[in-house]
């Protein structure tokens, strides 16, 4: 299939426009499917995303078209993209639910569902009806994949159709991948390492100490990884790119937005009222998924109830003695 491939993109925001760029030099033609008309204009008359990715000119095959009126764009790609933010991805599934039926959907989405505790491809699945779907997550920042920098990603998805055609839509790409036949262990890795990438921010606000940052992001993958052994049928999937690599990317990198929230929360910067009422942050919208997750598994899971605990404000313990608590209880456990 190999050049013939025709991808479309649903969400021309930075992620949605660095996977665009990747893509573009293994396919024919990429189009960036956007809600803003000066994205579309400047796409297609600057070659770039002035609003998102302003300094990076994007390859010539990289087009956007208006959301509005979208719907041949949609029927004529080979793949379907979902590069939205999970908070909008079931309003934006069921919009295009017509025109991407039966299509293959690649969703790059971090985000649960809840109370429902549906993932995204869950969701855009009882949307859309596709042909087949695949997820792709890893440790990847927008702004460095779409400059070109050898970046990493597992894709996940157990039809061979849809892991072909990935393949085929990479094949020149600077993102590299291994793979995963266990579609929602991928996306389930997206989800936790946001969760505990909040708590280590929170962390690092009151500790400022590397020997504390690293041991702290030891435990959050020691109870990731039981998380993932409940969840997740590939018994190897807290070695591929979208557990490991994810998660000490997003925990440890300040540009990251979830650690930022943690640190902002830990230095009483932000407010989590002000976080519930719009701010994205996609860690914030799966904290409680997760805690109830565990209490359905009975998973030992101290830090997971701690992030949950600060976001349903039960108790009035400072913050602080809250850091010291929990550092203490792991370290005694």
């Known amino acids: 299939m190999g050049r013939a491939v025709k991808i479309a993109v649903l ?94 959907i690649m969703s790059t989405a971090k985000g649960i569902a809840f109370p429902s505790l549906e993932t995204m491809s869950e969701v855009i699945t009882a949307e859309t009806s596709p042909a087949e779907i695949v997820t792709l997550s890893g440790p990847t920042f927008a702004d460095e994949l779409v400059r070109g920098f050898t970046s990493y990603a597992t894709l996940g998805g157990d039809g061979p159709t849809a892991r072909k055609l990935a393949e085929e839509m990479f094949g020149d790409s600077n993102l590299h991948m291994d793979f995963c036949d266990d579609r929602r262990g991928v996306e389930y890795c997206g989800i936790l390492k946001n969760v505990f990438s909040i708590a280590v921010g929170i962390i690092d606000a009151f500790a400022q100490s590397n020997n504390t940052h690293f041991g702290f992001l030891n435990y959050c993958y020691k109870e990731m990884c039981r998380f993932l052994a409940v969840l997740c049928a590939d018994t190897s999937i807290s ?35 002000q976080v519930k009422s719009g701010i994205i942050f996609e860690g914030s919208k799966s904290i409680h998924a997760i805690h109830k ?27 602080e003695y809250r850091v010291m608590h929990l550092l203490k209880q792991l370290g005694d456990a």
């Open 239 to 273: 070695q591929k790119f979208c557990a490991f690599g994810d998660f000490t990317l997003t925990a440890s990198v300040d540009k990251s937005r979830n650690r930022t929230l943690g640190m902002m929360i830990g230095k009483n910067f932000i407010e989590v009222d």
């Open 11 to 104: 969400g021309a925001g930075g992620f949605g426009t660095a996977i665009a760029q990747s893509i573009a030099p293994s396919v024919t033609a990429v189009t960036l499917v956007a809600r803003s008309a000066d994205i579309v204009e400047s796409v297609n008359r600057r070659h770039r995303n002035r609003y998102y990715l302003p300094d990076v000119p994007l390859l010539e095959n990289v087009r956007a078209h208006d959301f509005a009126g979208a719907e041949a764009v949609l029927r004529d790609a080979d793949v379907i993209t979902f590069c939205v933010p999970s908070s909008v991805t079931r309003d934006v599934a069921r919009d295009v639910a017509e025109s991407v039926a039966g299509k293959i």
């Open 293 to 319: 997750i565990a209490r359905d598994n009975g998973l030992k899971a101290p830090i997971t109830d701690f992030v949950n605990g600060i976001f349903t404000g039960e108790t009035d313990t400072p913050l």
